[in-house]
């Protein structure tokens, strides 16, 4: 059974640190590389971060420098990957998810998703 559940958002002021957790169930999120997502209000979800099993990471542009992604493996089925996050804009501002890059695919059209968590970077 998978299952994605992501903790750690909250409301932080510009210029903030916020960590986010995810505790990624399966064995398909241990073998694949895993990322940190965020979807804004009005916008589509975009990937921000990734790592692959082996530790290597990518960062998309509007965040390097300022998140660091990693995980760690506790056994084959559970991964837990964290995403901490410094200099905090507010075009941060998003709900962000976890998932393997590229998501899992449920169905024909469908992305498996977990709840998110709610990122506001607000004075």
């Known amino acids: 059974q998978v299952q994605l559940v992501e903790s750690g958002g909250g409301l932080v002021q510009p210029g903030g640190s916020l960590r986010l957790s995810c505790t990624a169930s399966g064995s398909i999120f241990s073998t694949n590389t895993m990322g940190w997502y965020r979807q804004a209000p009005g916008k589509q979800r975009e990937l921000v971060a990734a790592?692959?099993?082996?530790?290597?990471?990518?960062?998309?542009d509007s965040v390097k420098g300022r998140f660091t992604i990693s995980r760690v493996s506790r056994d084959n089925a559970k991964n837990t990957v964290y995403l901490q996050m410094s200099s905090l804009k507010p075009e941060d501002t998003a709900v962000y998810y976890c998932?393997?890059?590229?998501?899992?695919?449920?169905?024909?059209?469908?992305?498996?998703w977990g709840q998110g968590t709610q990122v506001t970077v607000s004075s």
């Open positions: 998932n393997k890059e590229p998501p899992l695919r449920v169905g024909l059209r469908s992305d498996y």
């Open positions: 790592i692959t099993s082996s530790g290597n990471t990518n960062y998309a």
